[in-house]
């Protein structure tokens, strides 16, 4: 099976940089997705990684280490509008699971 | 412009009485994954339809079924909603299975069960 750790919630300031972490266990890796869920809504797509390393677009950057486990995202230049749920989803033996996601609310 | 939609947006429906969700999409991918999503916890999947090949997660309950008549839509039926059925209902695309090909989620229905 799959097991994917994300913290629960976290505060920022606007403009500051906030760094949200996945961990994970799965077996046939090929590749790791960074998703957005505002309250309600649908989640919407970030990111993708199948190699270590960080990929970077536009104030978000996401990063890989498969042999760690391990996947962070990074978002810059935090503005209001960023205050929303961040979905981890792993992808093993082609089966994609997805993380409870790390509440991130953004005060002025 | 809308790429996965579904209808309605909110549905209440009574205990014990079969309700039907409906998904529709004009990205003519092939895969169409149905979520549930309860407050705070990670969308589960119940099931996917690979073009017609369907696919059924081990500890999906009988009481959902979907069926896809063609490319385009794809249904869940809950045939008894319980109680513990009421979530946000979660319906998504993809091109395939496998490396990159991300989902694309629909904007949800969120079920009431009186």
């Known amino acids: 099976g799959q097991n994917i750790d994300q913290p629960t919630e976290m505060t920022a300031t606007e403009g500051a940089i906030v760094q949200i972490n996945c961990t994970y266990q799965t077996s046939g890796f090929n590749g790791l997705f960074w998703y957005q869920q505002h309250a309600g809504e649908a989640p919407t797509f970030l990111s993708y990684?199948?190699?270590?390393g960080l990929e970077e677009k536009g104030r978000f950057s996401s990063f890989l280490s498969r042999s760690k486990g391990y996947s962070y995202l990074l978002l810059k230049e935090l503005q209001m509008k960023d205050s929303a749920s961040y979905l981890c989803?792993?992808?093993?033996?082609?089966?994609?699971?997805f993380g409870k996601g790390n509440q991130v609310v953004v005060i002025p | 412009d809308a790429m996965v939609i579904q209808n309605p947006r909110y549905q209440v429906t009574q205990f014990g009485k079969p309700v039907t969700l409906s998904c529709s999409q004009t990205?003519?991918?092939?895969?169409m994954y149905w979520y549930q999503q309860k407050s705070s916890q990670a969308p589960k999947l119940l099931f996917h339809?690979?073009?017609?090949?369907?696919?059924n997660e081990a500890d999906t309950p009988d009481n959902f079924q979907s069926r896809r008549p063609n490319t385009s839509f794809c249904f869940l039926d809950i045939r008894s909603p319980g109680l513990g059925d009421a979530a946000m209902y979660l319906c998504?695309?993809?091109?395939?299975?496998?490396?990159?090909?991300?989902?694309?989620f629909g904007p949800g229905t969120r079920l009431t069960v009186t």
């Open positions: 990205l003519n991918h092939n895969v």
């Open positions: 998504a695309t993809s091109r395939g299975t496998s490396g990159g090909d991300e989902q694309y």
């Open positions: 990684n199948v190699l270590d």
């Open positions: 989803a792993v992808r093993g033996n082609n089966r994609l699971a």
């Open positions: 339809y690979y073009d017609k090949d369907f696919n």
